[in-house]
């Protein structure tokens, strides 16, 4: 999600901390860097300790940690998401194990942990907006891998996360065992109506709506009376505080060795309608490249197009052709909608632009 990061500095009293309080955003979660924050005073945790109480949404990162042991020591660290500065990673003690769109991922030798390194187009804040997505993905009562320590090393930013021996995505089980193809769709298409079902503390997290209305504000590849037709269908969106997973695909979902499934990648996590995250689904499903499908899911296009199909059955009870082309249309501009927010924050892929046009203009 888009954050506002503002940047205090030195000793964070009471002013400095009702300064603070009155440059976050009203709309957005905001991400407070305290890469320069030398000290926090009683009067400023209080003041923050009330802010996040009552509802202003915001995280900290970058803390020293004298600085993350004042917010542990007084309790105030169990009502804000705080991350201290990354540590030094010392990639010895990792093996490589597989690689995504935004990263590669590594496994600790001791089999405790993994992490994740994420590319050069994924700045320090995201990652630390990720990390505190999870931990409160996780409070909140969702299953999810623990998270645990960001790390820096050469240039780029890690992400430390419970190892889950065993595991498999989705998408693994799908590719390595055909014959179960049904099994697995069917219970991700469950996994999606309870998460839709469930009530998001918009508290923590972030209107999708509103991100990517901004993103269609940003976007430079349409005129603006193209934007303006597609913030009118944004405008219409049914105002909702159901959970989102803001990146939704079977690649994203994990099996345990005792059988139980885990959502992953929660750096996106919000709220909104539902239609939002199946626009993301319907994109890399029916509007996906061969390469791009064969490297996302190590499936092809055919099998997506089925697993399309078997989730519109289990996930809207779309039992006819009838149906099942009716659900597709009320996706489809969602989906285009989704392509412009990825679009926007990490470029567009030849032929997207004229793929928005189809399904939203």
Known sequence: MIAKMIHPAGILDAAAAEKLLSELDREFPSTIDFTD???VHFAALRRLMNARRSGTRFSIVNASDEVLERFVDTGVADFIDICRKPRPLDMSKYIEFGASFMSKSYNSQDGDAMIKIYGDNVPQSAVAREKAAARAVM??????PLVGTVYADDGKTALEFERIPGKRSFSRIISEEPERTEEIIKRFAQMCRQLHETQCDTAIFSDQVLAHRQAVLACTELSDGEKSRILQFADAIPAVTTCLHGDLQISNVIRTDEGEDLWIDL???GYGYPMMDLGMW???????TEQRAQHLFHLGLKELVHIWDLFAEEYAGARTQEQKDAFEQEVRPFAGLHMIYLGVHFGFL????D???QLLL
Request: hydrophobic share 45%.
């Open 350 to 353: 030849p032929g997207m632009v």
């Open 37 to 39: 924050v030398t000290e």
């Open 355 to 357: 793929l928005i046009r």
């Open 282 to 288: 319907y994109f890399l499903t029916k509007l996906n």
């Open 267 to 269: 750096g996106d996590f």
């Open 139 to 144: 409070l909140f009562g969702l299953p999810t």
